[in-house]
């Protein structure tokens, strides 16, 4: 308790007085200059050419901040097996943590100490939290780094993220060695998946940290502490195949929507041909469940999906169709998804399935999640 209080309490003298901590000049020219590097930063407004900048060569690091709510499952995995190949991704936001195989963690305000601050993630500016941290572990791209000023943001009021130091996810910034990573990363096929925040580079050791994971990313090993060797095996085309024990299981693409197959249409004779006993006549399965999607309003019928996948800070869930009462899909990128099952419990995170199957009057359809506000699930008899 006290070595957690004493280090609260640097942590705000940090904040109220940085230090300053330039590299050396001679430190800097040890790393590739920004031309050199091939990152391209994916926001709102570029998103749409995603394909085109994984087909064109060009980018070895994909920094990605973008709207949560424009990434769907199966441009994730698009996204991972790009990586894969060799190539880096970093994301900011902890609710896209199950994409690239983390586990993302919430925190609330009175778990850390740290002061309000506005930040830009791509094309936004966002409410946030900057704070101190500490590099921990002994990876290569801590090389020459002891702390750093990052910014958190908040992705719901009150609630800011992390991820879990599970499975094969290196912790490299966190606030004490047994706390949730504000950084991490983690190897994957060829490639390397990054999960970091915004930081400044001028206080502490935010620059040569910055530097190491651009220089790193990119498929350089690290300068030494003070400049001398190289540390590492980077990613790259040609660096060894690493398989990987992701903190939870990766989305498949094909694995998206789980529904009850329609069942097959049968042909019945006439009337004429059945006997003199009418037969009981067929009835449609009930068609009461409500969908209100963002552009047709409220649709009405059968639900097909059997299984749905939902993410919490503590738990990877596969919930049946019959035990949701409803889903509530976050409004924004700072909005957690929401649950509520028939025992009432009521659940905070992040439905995974990208698509719900919906029989309706008119035939069968297919709904992206991001098209969707709520799901309503009747009670069947």
Do not use: C
Not at 82 to 105: C, E, K, N, Q
Not at 172 to 179: A, E, R, T
């Amino acid at each position: 308790m006290r070595r957690t209080s004493l280090l609260m309490g640097l942590l705000g003298l940090a904040l109220m007085l940085p230090a300053r901590a330039d590299m050396a000049e001679s430190l800097r020219r040890e790393f590739h200059p920004w031309s050199e590097l091939g990152i391209t930063i994916l926001t709102d407004s570029n998103y749409a050419n995603l394909d085109a900048i994984l087909r064109s060569g060009q980018t070895r690091v994909l920094v990605l901040q973008a709207s949560p709510e424009k990434i769907d499952a199966a441009q994730a995995r698009k996204i991972l097996d790009w990586v894969r190949t060799g190539h880096s991704i970093w994301f900011y936001d902890a609710r896209l943590a199950p994409y690239f195989g983390m586990r993302p963690f919430m925190l609330k305000p009175e778990q850390f100490r740290g002061r309000p601050e506005n930040g830009q993630l791509g094309d936004k500016v966002h409410p946030g939290m900057a704070t101190v941290v500490l590099a921990t572990g002994s990876h290569e791209v801590l090389a020459g780094v002891g702390q750093a000023t990052i910014w958190l943001p908040e992705l719901e009021p009150g609630t800011y993220g992390a991820v879990a130091v599970e499975g094969d996810t290196v912790p490299l910034l966190q606030f004490m060695s047994d706390s949730p990573a504000l950084a991490a990363l983690r190897r994957d096929g060829r490639g390397l998946v990054v999960f970091k925040p915004l930081l400044w580079v001028k206080p502490l050791s935010g620059e040569r940290f910055q530097s190491n994971l651009m220089e790193f990313s990119a498929g350089f090993p690290v300068p030494g502490s003070g400049g001398e060797g190289r540390l590492g095996v980077p990613p790259g085309p040609e660096a060894p195949w690493v398989e990987g024990s992701p903190a939870i299981t990766i989305p498949a693409e094909e694995a998206l929507v789980l529904a009850d197959p329609l069942p097959a249409a049968q042909h019945h004779p006439p009337a004429g041909d059945r006997g003199s006993q009418a037969s009981p006549p067929q009835t449609d399965p009930k068609m009461s469940d409500r969908v209100e999607t963002k552009g047709e309003g409220l649709l009405t019928g059968r639900i097909l999906n059997r299984e749905f996948r939902f993410e919490t800070s503590s738990d990877s869930l596969k919930l049946t169709r019959e035990s949701i009462r409803w889903i509530q899909v976050g409004a924004s990128s700072l909005d957690l998804d929401r649950l509520e099952t028939r025992d009432g419990q009521n659940l905070a995170g992040i439905w995974m399935d990208d698509k719900l199957q919906i029989e309706l009057p008119s035939g069968v359809r297919s709904i992206a999640k991001r098209q969707i506000s709520r799901i309503e699930i009747e009670e069947q008899p």
